[in-house]
Structure formats: C-alpha cells, structure tokens
Nanobody
C-alpha cells in the first residue's frame, strides 16, 4: 500500500511558477516510478511527467518540456514537480501517482495508487 498526498497547488498568473509536492508513505518512493498527471472536468487523465525509481530517468509530455521539472528527495520520501512559465491551459487538477508493477510510465493505466489531487489555476 502506498499513500500519496499532493500539495502546492494554487492560483498563479500566466508566466508564473508553482512547485507541487507529493509526500509518500507506506513504501519508499525510491522503490517505484512516480508520475504526475492532470485532469480537467469531463476529460481523461493526461500524462505530465514521470521519474523512474532506478536511475531516476525522467520523462515529460511535449507541452511541458523545458518548463516543468520532476525530481525526488529520497530522504523526505517526496517527489516534486517544478512548474515554470505556466500557461492558462495548464489549469487542471494535478495528481501524483505511483507505478509499482510496470516499466511503462506515460500511461495512466500503468499506475496503482494516486493522491487526492491539487488544483492549479493559471489566470491570463
């Protein structure tokens, strides 16, 4: 069992920055891949970024490459998503998710656990 708690969302102007945090418990976050997804009402969950447990390789969706950075602090059992140059289309609920059983990290169906989400609103 893995419990994930996201925080750090909020309201920011276009061009601004936010850092999301995902605090994990139940199992070390360094032992599984962690992904960030976002979801708008009525739409499917969309991949944003992921980090592998072994080697720490990172992956990003094309719309966020160069602007977002995913990282992990093993000592704090926390994964972060630094979001810079935010755009209004980035307004969504962002979810942190844990992938314990597959090497595929960019699809929502690969993930076993997720948190309650944190709202990010980017004003124009």
């Amino acid at each position: 069992q893995v419990q994930l708690v996201e925080s750090g969302g909020g309201l920011v102007q276009a061009g601004g920055s936010l850092r999301l945090s995902c605090a994990a418990s139940g199992r070390s976050s360094s032992s599984y891949a962690t992904g960030w997804f976002r979801q708008a009402p009525g739409k499917d969950r969309e991949f944003v970024a992921a980090i592998r447990c072994i080697g720490g390789r990172t992956y990003y969706a094309d719309p966020v490459k160069g602007r977002f950075t995913i990282s992990r602090d093993n000592a704090k059992n926390t994964v972060y998503l630094q979001m810079n140059s935010l755009k209004p289309e980035g307004t969504d609920v962002y979810y942190c998710e844990a992938n314990l059983h597959t090497t595929v990290v960019i699809t929502a169906s690969s993930y076993d656990y997720w948190g309650q989400g944190t709202q990010v609103t980017v004003s124009s």
